[in-house]
């Protein structure tokens, strides 16, 4: 246990020297969720290792670098009502839960169960379940039932900026939603300001597709 702290520790002081993440709330977040927990048993040893791993059912849980910048980049603050798309290991919903307490709530969408099951469990573990709330659905259409939200992030690739998710933003609201095929996108981040939306591009990034309605198609099916 005492290893796994050291490594986290030594893991949050690189991102902070690079100046990969500059935030200290994000900082200090990350220096608290313990990623190893969200990982299976066998890859627990890598995980303050700044890379992406396999989280079982052909997923990732994204690269340590990737999950700051995007904290980074939503400005949470506490009291926020937050939406991710691709809940995966509960990893990053951990990590808002813990920037929008103590009013706060974040809501994950999983399509996967057997993740969203997962994640459940370890989010119940560290006891992050009083901020935190999976939902076992196709969260390309986002969740209507509790919009608008505050921030919405989107951990999987869109062909396009999901509609239903810019009709779920609120006023002064960020999402940030990677748009692209599948192999390589773009980190996009929505602004609102009333009704007027503006869309800046963040930079090239990678993550798995997002498979539903307003996403991409299930080949996996085919
Ligand atoms: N944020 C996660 C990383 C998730 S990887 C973490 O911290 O671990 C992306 C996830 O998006 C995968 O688990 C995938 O199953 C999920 N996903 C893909 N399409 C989806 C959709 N339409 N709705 C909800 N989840 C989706």
Do not use: C, W
């Amino acid at each position: 246990m005492i290893m796994y702290e050291i490594e986290r520790s030594r893991l949050v002081k690189r991102l902070k020297a690079h100046g990969t993440v500059t935030d200290e709330k994000v900082l200090e977040a990350m220096g608290q969720v313990p990623r190893h927990e969200f990982l299976p048993s066998d890859l627990r040893s890598q995980a303050y290792v700044d890379s992406p791993l396999p989280i079982g059912m052909d997923q990732t849980i994204s690269a340590p670098h990737m999950v700051g910048i995007m904290l980074e980049e939503l400005e949470l603050r506490p009291g926020h009502k937050v939406l991710e798309i691709g809940g995966g290991s509960g990893y990053h919903a951990a990590l808002m839960g813990y920037m929008v307490r103590p009013d706060g709530i974040v809501y994950t969408v999983e399509r996967l169960e057997s993740l969203g099951k997962k994640a459940e469990e370890v989010i119940d573990h560290l006891g992050y379940n009083d901020v935190v709330k999976i939902v076992i659905a196709d969260g390309s259409a986002g969740l209507a039932e509790h919009a608008p939200y505050d921030r919405i992030t989107v951990a999987a690739a869109a062909p396009g900026v999901p509609k239903p998710l810019e009709e779920q933003l609120a006023d002064g609201g960020r999402m940030l939603v990677p748009v692209g095929g599948r192999g390589y996108q773009d980190l996009m981040l929505v602004t609102r300001n009333g009704d007027r939306l503006e869309r800046t591009s963040l930079g090239g990034v990678v993550f798995v597709p997002l498979i539903g309605e307003h996403g991409h198609e299930d080949h996996s099916r085919m």
